[in-house]
């Protein structure tokens, strides 16, 4: 696997932001089928092993996910404010699911359910996200030792195609571009903050 060449300047983000938690909350945009945007924040739970792809996890039943059904194309946004650095990622995302047909994947779905807190865990037995809060929800029963996440858990993975960073540090500020060409190589270009 080849490093992109975005990876190291983010990489050095991350190291210096490590004391702060919410460095790594990240925010996701995607489009909804009526065309219109949408925005959250997520936390970002580290790229897939050998590969430049950002690992999120999520629920199947959330907006997000049918989103990404419809329209793959998605925008992350990560702001560091220590390091005072932006990175845009522009890319397309993979749902998978249980029924995803290709056995790697599956296990980092399995390896990434597994890596999540017991608090991060009962969320997707909480009810249905964005539904009206009824009094008497039943009180679900959960095995949190199950290796096996439920089917409602969705390791989604953003493969970037285009890296947008921008340094607000110094005078004149940088800003790089970053962009994969027909061959699958990445090019990077400085260009005007
Ligand atoms: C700090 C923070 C971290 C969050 N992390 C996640 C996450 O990792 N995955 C997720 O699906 N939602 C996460 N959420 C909740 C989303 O922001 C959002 O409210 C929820 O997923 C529903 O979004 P949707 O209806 O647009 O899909 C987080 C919210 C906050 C404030």
Redesign the pocket.
């Known amino acids: 696997m080849i490093l992109a060449p975005w990876r190291e300047p983010l990489q050095r983000a991350i190291h210096l932001s490590r004391s702060i938690p919410?460095s790594r909350?990240i925010q996701?945009a995607?489009v909804s089928k009526e065309g219109k945007p949408?925005?959250?924040?997520?936390?970002f739970?580290g790229f897939l092993p050998n590969t430049n792809i950002i690992q999120?996890?999520?629920?199947t039943r959330?907006?997000?996910?049918s989103?990404l059904q419809h329209q793959s194309w998605a925008e992350i946004c990560w702001y560091f404010s220590k390091t005072r650095q932006q990175f845009r990622f522009f890319g397309k995302v993979i749902l998978v699911t249980a029924e995803y047909e290709d056995s790697k994947l599956i296990k980092a779905r399995q390896t990434s359910w597994q890596a999540l807190s017991d608090s991060?865990k009962e969320q997707f037995f909480w009810p249905t996200?964005?539904d009206l809060l009824t009094s008497n929800q039943p009180n679900p029963k959960i095995n949190l030792k199950d290796i096996n996440p439920p089917a409602n858990f969705c390791l989604?993975l953003f493969n970037s195609e285009k890296v947008d960073f921008l340094a607000l540090k110094g005078n004149p500020q940088k800003r790089y571009l970053y962009f994969l060409n027909s061959n699958n190589t990445w090019l990077t270009q400085q260009i005007n903050p």
């Open positions: 919410y909350y996701l995607t949408a925005n959250r924040t997520v936390v739970r999120i996890v999520t629920d959330s907006q997000k996910f989103h991060g996200p964005g989604l």
